[in-house]
């Protein structure tokens, strides 16, 4: 781990990105020199790139799974348990962004049948953030990224999982929180050119979804030709509330070699983002 101490002063715009107060503050920073995983969030050790699950059942019952996406604001919301409670009641995957691990968060996690994994992006006053899965069975390999953010020089974290499948394929997982604060393109592109190195790789169903913070043309350009560049779908939302910076949505779920049953994106106060719930059937 390396330290940063940084003294901000008035910076409205970047103190709200990261939910902290604005004025004259004095934020101290341990941020990850390597990507890490960890599984046990209740007393978390991220020492690990990838971890592995000698355990995995299938992910699908039946043939059919639910997932749900949610940026969920670091919980800074009262009603973010409640929220997620519901937004989640049906389903077998969970994507979070922005998850803080505060006492909170550890409560809930504790209180359910979860199987957690949890990329470190960086802590705050000693409380990880990152990137969470949340799902009802273990997967078999869960592997950290991490893309720097040019101006804040704070990271973004990706995790990449992989699930077993009751027809014997094998589902990849990405949940993304994309770069944020760059005037470029060149850190966005190569955040998903290193996940396609790994994604080329994979024979079988893919999901990709995530905040994107896809709030200009360009960068949806950039998802879009690595979607196809994979062959992945955009899921139609039926009942589409997705949340959108200068008429763009930033968050997103692409899939692969699935049947998409339906997908629809609710409103909710508990957030800055509104969530993507999705049902799927295997082909």
Same mark, same amino acid.
């Given at each position: 781990? /390396?330290?940063?101490? #940084?003294?901000?002063?008035?910076?409205?715009?970047?103190?709200?990105? &990261?939910?902290?107060?604005?004025? =004259? %503050?004095?934020?101290?920073?341990?941020?990850?020199?390597?990507?890490?995983?960890?599984?046990?969030?209740?007393?978390?050790?991220?020492?690990?790139?990838?971890?592995?699950?000698?355990?995995?059942?299938?992910?699908?019952?039946?043939?059919?799974?639910?997932?749900?996406?949610?940026?969920?604001?670091?919980?800074?919301?009262?009603?973010?348990?409640?929220?997620?409670?519901?937004?989640?009641?049906?389903?077998?995957?969970?994507?979070?962004?922005?998850?803080?691990?505060?006492?909170?968060?550890?409560?809930?996690?504790?209180?359910?049948?979860?199987?957690?994994?949890?990329?470190?992006?960086?802590?705050?006053?000693?409380?990880?953030?990152?990137?969470?899965?949340?799902? /009802?069975?273990?997967? #078999?390999?869960?592997?950290?990224?991490?893309?720097?953010?040019?101006? &804040?020089?704070?990271?973004?974290? =990706? %995790?990449?999982?992989?699930?077993?499948?009751?027809?014997?394929?094998?589902?990849?997982?990405?949940?993304?929180?994309?770069?944020?604060?760059?005037?470029?393109?060149?850190?966005?592109?190569?955040?998903?050119?290193?996940?396609?190195?790994?994604?080329?790789?994979?024979?079988?169903?893919?999901?990709?979804?995530?905040?994107?913070?896809?709030?200009?043309?360009?960068?949806?350009?950039?998802?879009?030709?690595?979607?196809?560049?994979?062959?992945?779908?955009?899921?139609?939302?039926?009942?589409?509330?997705?949340?959108?910076?200068?008429?763009?949505?930033?968050?997103?779920?692409?899939?692969?070699?699935?049947?998409?049953?339906?997908?629809?994106?609710?409103?909710?106060?508990?957030?800055?983002?509104?969530?993507?719930?999705?049902?799927?059937?295997?082909?």
């Amino acid at each position: 781990m /390396s330290r940063y101490t #940084k003294v901000v002063a008035g910076l409205g715009v970047v103190a709200g990105a &990261l939910g902290i107060s604005t004025g =004259a %503050l004095n934020w101290s920073f341990d941020v990850s020199e390597v990507p890490e995983v960890s599984a046990n969030v209740l007393a978390p050790q991220f020492s690990f790139n990838c971890i592995k699950s000698d355990v995995a059942l299938p992910l699908d019952q039946d043939g059919s799974f639910s997932v749900s996406v949610w940026n969920i604001y670091k919980q800074q919301k009262e009603n973010w348990r409640s929220e997620l409670e519901k937004i989640t009641h049906d389903s077998g995957l969970v994507l979070l962004q922005e998850a803080s691990l505060t006492a909170e968060l550890k409560d809930y996690l504790d209180d359910t049948r979860w199987k957690v994994r949890m990329a470190n992006a960086f802590k705050f006053l000693n409380t990880p953030a990152g990137v969470m899965n949340l799902s /009802s069975v273990n997967a #078999k390999t869960t592997c950290a990224y991490l893309a720097m953010e040019p101006w &804040l020089r704070l990271p973004k974290s =990706a %995790l990449l999982s992989e699930f077993n499948l009751s027809n014997g394929q094998t589902l990849a997982v990405v949940n993304l929180h994309g770069v944020n604060f760059a005037l470029g393109l060149e850190e966005y592109k190569e955040q998903f050119h290193t996940l396609k190195r790994v994604l080329d790789k994979h024979i079988g169903p893919v999901i990709l979804a995530g905040d994107f913070n896809t709030w200009r043309q360009a960068r949806l350009d950039v998802v879009d030709e690595f979607a196809r560049s994979l062959g992945l779908e955009d899921a139609v939302l039926r009942r589409d509330q997705r949340v959108k910076i200068f008429g763009k949505p930033l968050d997103h779920l692409y899939y692969r070699g699935l049947e998409l049953i339906s997908a629809e994106a609710p409103t909710t106060d508990a957030s800055d983002h509104n969530p993507i719930i999705a049902n799927f059937m295997l082909q």
